[in-house]
């Protein structure tokens, strides 16, 4: 046993010492090699992605999104100047164009004859008439109140509605041929109808109350109005909202290219070409119809001809990866915050 502990036991002690020891050494100075052929550098390369132009069909449609909203009221006003004899019509009264709303009693004083005589006064009677179909809205008026040519005595509320929506400076570029309707679809409502009348208006500069843009100093004035009218035929409440899509054009077998790849998205742009030897080269083109999307092109390239896919130095569209996060083609990922 005292042979055991004297020698056995420290030899085999240092024996396990000298075993880790070497082995410390060798992975500290004689590591393996790195395999042959091992990169020295990242072999990854960002190349700016590239595409051919094609030939397709560009289907102009813009969408609006807007509310259903009642027709204005139509002023009824005096027709002559005089006293208010009688009122034939009542607030909430339904009335046609030539229901009669309420009489006007004109007297103007005779004048001195020759022979010294005055004549008779002179008596003038006019029935105002609603002028317009609706509900009588307003009367503003009461007998014997005496009113001006063009003054206001009544107010008549059509039965009719209409859709209108605020249309982004950018979309007119792409309604340079105004439609003459649009396609309306209501959330919960009646199926897809066509309104028609359909007008785009603009404020001008100066109207309205001073101060509100324009010329006086205020506020630029953007934007337009479209607006369009709901068929009779068709039930609708105010204050619904309403999605509008208005046919701007169609183009078929025409040079299509992503409006990402052009600079200017009407009338006229810029493309860039890859060169062989590497870089680009900017290219004009002549642009028609858009359709958000995809953008023709009527001159300045061929179908096949490559071009880059994104215009270089501009943010590239991404995928919304959701909480306010955006992943883009690069495969960087911004966080909004």
Do not use: H
Not at 111 to 127: H, I, L, Q, S
Not at 213 to 233: H, Q
Not at 278 to 296: I, R
């Amino acid at each position: 046993m005292s042979v055991l502990r004297t020698w056995i036991l420290p030899v085999i002690r240092i024996v396990i010492l000298l075993v880790i020891a070497a082995a410390l050494v060798k992975i500290a100075f004689f590591a393996d090699p790195a395999p042959t052929g091992a990169p020295q550098f990242p072999s990854g390369e960002i190349v700016e992605p590239q595409i051919p132009v094609t030939v397709g069909t560009i289907q102009n449609d813009v969408t609006v999104q807007g509310t259903v909203t009642a027709d204005a009221a139509v002023p009824v006003k005096a027709t002559l100047a005089g006293d208010v004899v009688k009122l034939l019509a009542t607030v909430g009264q339904a009335v046609a164009a030539d229901t009669p709303v309420l009489t006007i009693r004109q007297e103007t004083p005779g004048a001195f004859r020759d022979d010294g005589t005055m004549a008779r006064n002179t008596v003038k009677t006019v029935t105002v008439l609603a002028g317009s179909p609706g509900v009588l809205s307003a009367l503003v008026v009461i007998a014997g109140q005496t009113v001006t040519v063009g003054e206001v005595v009544a107010q008549v509320a059509p039965t009719t509605f209409n859709v209108s929506g605020a249309l982004a400076p950018e979309q007119q570029y792409r309604l340079l041929v105004r439609p003459a309707d649009a396609r309306v679809t209501i959330a919960g409502g009646p199926a897809p109808f066509t309104c028609t009348g359909l007008t785009i208006s603009s404020v001008l500069a100066g109207a309205g109350d001073a101060g509100s843009g324009g010329a006086d100093g205020g506020a630029p004035l953007s934007g337009a109005t479209v607006r369009c009218a709901v068929p009779a035929a068709v039930t609708v409440f105010s204050g619904l909202s309403a999605t509008l899509s208005l046919a701007g054009g169609i183009a078929e077998n025409v040079m299509t290219v992503p409006v990402t790849a052009v600079e200017g998205t009407a009338g006229s742009g810029n493309v860039y070409v890859p060169l062989a030897g590497g870089g680009t080269e900017v290219k004009a083109v002549v642009l028609g119809l858009n359709d958000g999307v995809n953008v023709e092109v009527k001159e300045g390239l061929a179908e096949g001809d490559m071009i880059m896919q994104f215009v270089p130095g501009a943010q590239q569209p991404g995928i919304d990866l959701g909480d306010g996060c955006t992943e883009f083609p690069d495969g960087t990922v911004e966080c909004a915050g």
